[in-house]
């Protein structure tokens, strides 16, 4: 059984994919991996909507300022924040903004909801990789937060079943790596992102 921490250090952004389809059996455990992800009192503010179609890749590749692996990925799973989750959730009774998102303005709703999605994405994305399956994740697009692509996105919204509460956050890209050893994992050092009690202080 491979660690989680090997798969965090094997997962990178592939944007090459093969002709290899995915089978819906391991689609089906990627979406999974999503629903099971943790949230907020458990609001799951999140649909995860899976794309095979090529129509649709080709419309949010458009979306997507053009991205080419958006319409060459053999999948696509759309990610929406449903700002409707927290009323149908029930949590209108607490009064305290610290406990209810719903209380913390416009943007703190927005920012929440994201929030919540954001772990489902990445859930999804190991899941990916633990299956073999190479991904990206896709935030260059027009939404109500970028305000690009307006045509686009109204179009998208309207074929995709979205109402106006729920935003179309995120696309992760799916497929079996093309060119293997395609990309390579740079981040900061550990001691410029990691300390121990107070900023400045090594671990
Ligand atoms: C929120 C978010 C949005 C991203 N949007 C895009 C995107 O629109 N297109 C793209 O090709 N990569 C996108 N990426 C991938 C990043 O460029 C990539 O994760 C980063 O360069 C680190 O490389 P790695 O994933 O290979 O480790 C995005 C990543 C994140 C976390």
Request: proline share 2%.
């Amino acid at each position: 059984m491979t660690e989680i921490f090997d798969l965090i250090k094997s997962r990178k952004s592939v944007r090459k994919y093969s002709d290899k389809h995915i089978p819906d059996s391991d689609l089906k455990k990627i979406l999974e991996a999503g629903r099971l992800a943790p949230s907020w009192m458990n609001v799951q503010s999140w649909k995860f909507i899976l794309i095979k179609s090529q129509e649709n890749k080709d419309l949010l590749s458009t979306l997507s300022i053009g991205q080419a692996h958006v319409k060459n990925a053999d999948a696509l799973i759309v990610c929406i924040a449903d700002l409707n989750s927290w009323e149908e959730a029930k949590i209108t009774h607490i009064k305290n903004p610290a406990l209810n998102p719903a209380l913390q303005g416009e943007n703190g709703l927005l920012v929440r909801t994201m929030e919540q999605v954001i772990f489902a994405i990445s859930y999804m994305m190991l899941e990916a990789e633990s299956l073999g399956v190479k991904s990206c994740i896709i935030g260059a697009l027009g939404n109500e937060i970028t305000g690009v692509e307006k045509e686009t996105y109204k179009e998208v919204k309207n074929k995709l079943g979205l109402n106006e509460n729920q935003i179309l956050s995120t696309i992760i890209t799916l497929g079996y790596e093309a060119e293997p050893g395609e990309g390579s994992k740079i981040r900061k050092d550990f001691d410029s992102v990691v300390f121990q009690e107070k900023i400045g202080n090594k671990f």
